[in-house]
């Protein structure tokens, strides 16, 4: 069976799917909540280095390793280095930034019974730091996390724990809001993404189908499941998930920060506008 027709089998609980909702908002983390990826920055500046990881990047992307063991070699870098899992997080508060309209993106969904759902190829742990420390506790644990987690050991080290160990992709996103669509009446989902490391169209000479396969378990796998797809647009023009929705006719909505994605979403739940609609103008 190919990589992308397994159906992993998680070894980490998933958080119970609101049933009874009209929408659910489902959204990656680094990148997209966060103005930038929060394990690259680890990687570049406490573990083995950009080039490194920039390099690692497109050996996953020829197919000649897989995202799982990519990712596991660059936090292994950090640990390496003697990083705890504890100064990690501190480094992260100190440096990671949230995307500026997402607080009040969040407090709208809250007030309004929509659901936000944070789906991530990161660490559950570091992410509730670093978005306790971003919005507040109190905020931060009543948004659901589906990631990987952590295992911490006594010496101080630390490991990840992969959600789907068996995927070559660790966490498969798309696991996550299939549930919704087995549901007698399912929610209107919208998915917010970036896609994955620009790095990955560095060289024209990479396989369009080696690309296709890395992404299965990532926002673009995500995508082709997802009613209203937003996908963020990075401040270096760089814009992956696009790309990838062109290319496969995807239906998308380009935004720049949830401010701009915010209005989208209100016309939808109040009825003002379809899905339909909205997709149809492609940008906020």
Known sequence: MALADAIPESMLPYPPVYKDK????????DGTITTQDS?????????????KRRAGNLEILAGRQTFRDGFREMLESIVANGYTLDACKEELRKNIKLDSGFKDFHAWCRAHDVPVVIVSSGMAPVIRAVLGNLVGDSIANSIDIIANDVEEREDGTWAIKFRHPSS??????????????DLESPPLLFFFGDGVSGAF????????????QL???TDMS????ADVLFVKQKGDGEN?????????GIPHIIFSDFSEALGVVKSVVSGEKTAREVLAKGRC
């Open 22 to 29: 009209k929408f659910v908002v489902l959204s990656d983390w």
């Open 39 to 51: 394990n690259d920055y680890m990687t570049d500046n406490l573990g083995f280095g950009k080039d």
């Open 168 to 181: 070559g992709f660790g966490h498969d996103k798309s696991r996550a809001i299939l549930p919704y669509k």
């Open 201 to 212: 169209f560095a060289s024209p000479s990479l396989q369009i189908s080696a690309f296709t």
């Open 215 to 217: 992404c299965t378990g």
């Open 222 to 225: 995500a995508a082709r499941h």
């Open 240 to 248: 992956d998930l696009a790309v990838y929705c062109t290319r496969e």
